[in-house]
Structures are given as structure tokens and as C-alpha cells.
């Protein structure tokens, strides 16, 4: 798929404020810092569209970006940042989920693991959650260019292997990516394309 156009919408805590078009979307989600905002970036080619930053909690709400007129990229908070407050947290937490359990344009979500770390049970209970809820989801490895390849692969089956020991059935479908080198930007767009047509 071509991205001819990126455009940022809007930004909001309220689902119901969101975007009131039926288009489909595709939602970024996973640990603060693990690289959601530069993803986007990354697969509009464009590189401040969404706002990145070395320092956790950068963004902190729901942002839609416009692709090529048809359909939206979401942009959201990460979860499992330390030095937000309990309260912000919890707000977070409630739309985060409300996101999640009532936008009905939501075709399919990534949850983005940095390829480095061993699974974490934040990520893991998210997985679990989304899979309880019925909510559609694949896996994006971030920061590949932080590996070699083999150590990629070791990495990648070795927690696919946990997740197939611990509740799942099947390996959810996944992605190995790289920002700074565009590693998995073709793969990750067609699959944007297929999902859409199921
Ligand atoms: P929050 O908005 O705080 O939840 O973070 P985020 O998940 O959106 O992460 P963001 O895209 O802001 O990136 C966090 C840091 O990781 C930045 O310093 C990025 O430059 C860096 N980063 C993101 N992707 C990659 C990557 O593929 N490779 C490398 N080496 N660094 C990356
Ligand atoms: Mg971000």
C-alpha cells in the first residue's frame, strides 16, 4: 500500500469525541517508550507527524491521523509508566479501555514489544485482556536495529514460546520492526490492507 496522504485529526480522552466517520482504524498500544509514536512516524514517512520523545509519557491521548483520505492511524497513551500519577493513571487506564471496548471502527490494534525484554506480565495481562474482550489484535517487536538478527529470532521465538505456555492457543500474528531503519514497514502496511478486506 501507497501512503499518498497523513494528516493529523485531532486528539482527545473521550472516545466519543473521536473521529465521527466510519473508517476503519488501526490502534497503537504498549509500555510508555516502547515506540508507538515513532511507528507512525515511520509508516507515514513522515517525522514529526506524531509527537516522540526519549523520556516515557509522551502522549497522552488519543490522536487520529488521517491516511491517504480512507482511514485512521491511532496514536495512544503508553501504559505501565512509573511517574504519572495514580490518579492520571487510572484516568488513563478508563480510556484507554473505553477506546478499546467501544470504538466501533476499530478493525485491528498492535500492542508494540521492545524486542530486547523478556515478557512482562503488564504486556502480558494487557494480551489477555484484549483476548478476554474479543478485541482483535497482532504483535509489533520494536527497536530491532537494537539486535542482531540472530538474536532477533532467538528473541521473537523464545516469547512467542511463552505466550503458547501461558494461556494462548495459537501465536497471535507478529511483526519485527525498526523506526530508525524502516525494518517491517512494508509487511506492517499490507497487512493493514488485508485485514481491511476480511
Ligand atoms: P509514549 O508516547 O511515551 O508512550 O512513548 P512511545 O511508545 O510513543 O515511544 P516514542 O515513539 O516516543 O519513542 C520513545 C523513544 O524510543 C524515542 O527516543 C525514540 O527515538 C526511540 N525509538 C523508537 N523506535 C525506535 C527504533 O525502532 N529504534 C531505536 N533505536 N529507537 C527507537
Ligand atoms: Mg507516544
Same mark, same amino acid.
Given at each position: 500500500?501507497?501512503?499518498?496522504?497523513?494528516?493529523?485529526?485531532?486528539? @482527545?480522552? !473521550?472516545?466519543?469525541?473521536?473521529?465521527?466517520? /466510519?473508517?476503519?482504524?488501526?490502534?497503537?498500544?504498549?509500555?510508555?517508550?516502547?515506540?508507538?509514536?515513532?511507528?507512525? @512516524?515511520? +509508516?507515514?514517512?513522515?517525522?514529526?507527524?506524531?509527537?516522540?520523545?526519549?523520556? /516515557?509519557?509522551?502522549?497522552?491521548?488519543?490522536?487520529?491521523?488521517?491516511? @491517504?483520505?480512507?482511514?485512521?492511524?491511532?496514536?495512544?497513551?503508553?501504559?505501565?509508566?512509573?511517574?504519572?500519577?495514580?490518579?492520571?493513571?487510572?484516568?488513563?487506564?478508563?480510556?484507554?479501555?473505553?477506546?478499546?471496548?467501544?470504538?466501533?471502527?476499530?478493525?485491528?490494534?498492535?500492542?508494540?514489544?521492545?524486542?530486547?525484554?523478556?515478557?512482562?506480565?503488564?504486556?502480558?495481562?494487557?494480551?489477555?485482556?484484549?483476548? $478476554? @474482550?474479543?478485541? /482483535?489484535?497482532?504483535?509489533?517487536?520494536?527497536?530491532?536495529?537494537?539486535?542482531?538478527? +540472530?538474536?532477533?529470532?532467538? &528473541?521473537?521465538? !523464545?516469547?512467542?514460546? &511463552?505466550?503458547?505456555?501461558?494461556?494462548?492457543?495459537?501465536? /497471535?500474528?507478529?511483526?519485527?520492526?525498526?523506526?530508525?531503519?524502516?525494518?517491517?514497514?512494508? $509487511?506492517?502496511?499490507?497487512?493493514? !490492507?488485508?485485514?481491511?478486506? $476480511?
Amino acid at each position: 500500500m501507497k501512503i499518498k496522504s497523513a494528516d493529523f485529526v485531532m486528539s @482527545n480522552s !473521550d472516545v466519543a469525541k473521536c473521529p465521527n466517520e /466510519p473508517l476503519p482504524e488501526y490502534a497503537f498500544i504498549g509500555r510508555s517508550n516502547v515506540g508507538k509514536s515513532s511507528l507512525i @512516524n515511520m +509508516l507515514t514517512d513522515k517525522k514529526n507527524l506524531a509527537k516522540t520523545s526519549g523520556r /516515557p509519557g509522551k502522549t497522552q491521548l488519543i490522536n487520529h491521523f488521517k491516511i @491517504n483520505e480512507n482511514w485512521f492511524l491511532v496514536d495512544l497513551p503508553g501504559y505501565g509508566y512509573a511517574r504519572v500519577s495514580k490518579k492520571d493513571k487510572k484516568t488513563f487506564q478508563k480510556y484507554i479501555t473505553n477506546y478499546f471496548l467501544q470504538r466501533q471502527q476499530l478493525v485491528c490494534s498492535f500492542i508494540l514489544i521492545d524486542i530486547r525484554h523478556k515478557p512482562q506480565p503488564i504486556d502480558l495481562e494487557f494480551m489477555q485482556w484484549m483476548g $478476554e @474482550n474479543g478485541i /482483535p489484535f497482532a504483535i509489533v517487536f520494536t527497536k530491532a536495529d537494537k539486535l542482531k538478527p +540472530l538474536a532477533i529470532q532467538r &528473541h521473537v521465538t !523464545d516469547y512467542l514460546q &511463552h505466550l503458547l505456555n501461558d494461556v494462548w492457543e495459537e501465536a /497471535p500474528q507478529c511483526f519485527i520492526t525498526s523506526s530508525s531503519k524502516k525494518t517491517g514497514r512494508d $509487511e506492517l502496511l499490507a497487512y493493514i !490492507d488485508a485485514v481491511n478486506l $476480511e
